[in-house]
C-alpha cells in the first residue's frame, strides 16, 4: 500500500522568502510523484511531477522539487514566494506501471505574507 | 482541448434524495477517475474506468454509489439515499494510458455536494 504525509498542515511565509512544503511518502515499489495545487473552489492543477528519470524537477511557477530515495522525500520548494502562490499544496503517489488511482496527502495551506 | 469539465458545480440536496453528477474528460483520454475530497482533507480515490469499462473501486464507494461510463466518453456518478456524509466536492479526473508514458491527471473544477 501507498501513502503520503505532508508535514504541515498550515505554511506560513513572507513574500520573496523561500517557501519549503514537505512531503514524505511510503511505496512498496518505486513510485511516481506528482505536486498538484489547489486554488479554493478550483480543481487540481499539476505543478511537477517525478516519473524516475532526472530527480531534481522543475515544474510552473518557478517550483521545483527533489526527488529523495534515501530520504522517501519528494520536497516542494520555490526560492522567492510570491501572493499569488497562497493555495492549498497536495503531494500525491502512485505505483507504476499500472499508474491508476493517485494517493494524495493531507495537503498544506500556504500562506504568504506582504 | 477545452480540459475536463463537470457539472453541476455546485448541488444541495435534502437527505434521502438520489442526485447524480457528469463529467466530460479531455476528448483522448480513455481512462477516468473519480475522487472524494472533504473539507481540509486530500482527495481520495473512489473509482476509475479505462474506456467502458470500471477497472477498480475504493471500498469508500458503498452501494450507494454508483458510476458508468456507458460509450467511453463522458462518465456519471449517482448517489442514492443520499446522507449528510456524503457532503464533499467530487473530483473528476482523466488520463491517457500509462503506454504513454505520462500518468498526468487532468482534473475537472469539482462539484460541491451539500446534504442537508
Known amino acids: 500500500a501507498q501513502s503520503v504525509t505532508q508535514l504541515g498542515s498550515h505554511v506560513s511565509v513572507s513574500e520573496g522568502a523561500l517557501v519549503l512544503l514537505r512531503c514524505n511518502y511510503s511505496s512498496s515499489v518505486p513510485p511516481y510523484l506528482f505536486w498538484y495545487v489547489q486554488y479554493p473552489n478550483q480543481g487540481l492543477q499539476l505543478l511537477l511531477k517525478y516519473t524516475s528519470a532526472a530527480t531534481l524537477v522543475k515544474g510552473i511557477n518557478g517550483f521545483e522539487a527533489e526527488f529523495k530515495k534515501s530520504e522517501t522525500s519528494f520536497h516542494l520548494t520555490k526560492p522567492s514566494a510570491h501572493m499569488s502562490d497562497a493555495a492549498e499544496y497536495f503531494c500525491?503517489?502512485?505505483?507504476?506501471?499500472?499508474?491508476?488511482?493517485?494517493?494524495f496527502g493531507g495537503g498544506t495551506r500556504l500562506m504568504v505574507k506582504p | 482541448d477545452t480540459g475536463v469539465s463537470q457539472d453541476p458545480r455546485h448541488k444541495i440536496t435534502k437527505r434521502g434524495q438520489n442526485v447524480t453528477f457528469r463529467c466530460d474528460p479531455i476528448s483522448e483520454h480513455n481512462r477516468l477517475y473519480w475522487y472524494r475530497q472533504t473539507l481540509g482533507q486530500g482527495p481520495e480515490f473512489l473509482t476509475y474506468f479505462q474506456n467502458e469499462a470500471q477497472l477498480e473501486k475504493s471500498r469508500l464507494l458503498s452501494d450507494r454509489f454508483s458510476a458508468e461510463r456507458p460509450k467511453g466518453s463522458f462518465s456519471t456518478l449517482e448517489i442514492q439515499r443520499t446522507e449528510q456524509g456524503d457532503s464533499a466536492m467530487y473530483l473528476c479526473?482523466?488520463?491517457?494510458?500509462?503506454?504513454?508514458?505520462?500518468?498526468?491527471?487532468?482534473f475537472g473544477p469539482g462539484t460541491r455536494l451539500t446534504v442537508t
Open positions: 500525491a503517489v502512485t505505483k507504476p506501471p499500472a499508474g491508476n488511482m493517485l494517493t
Open positions: 479526473a482523466s488520463s491517457q494510458p500509462p503506454e504513454g508514458a505520462s500518468y498526468e491527471q487532468y
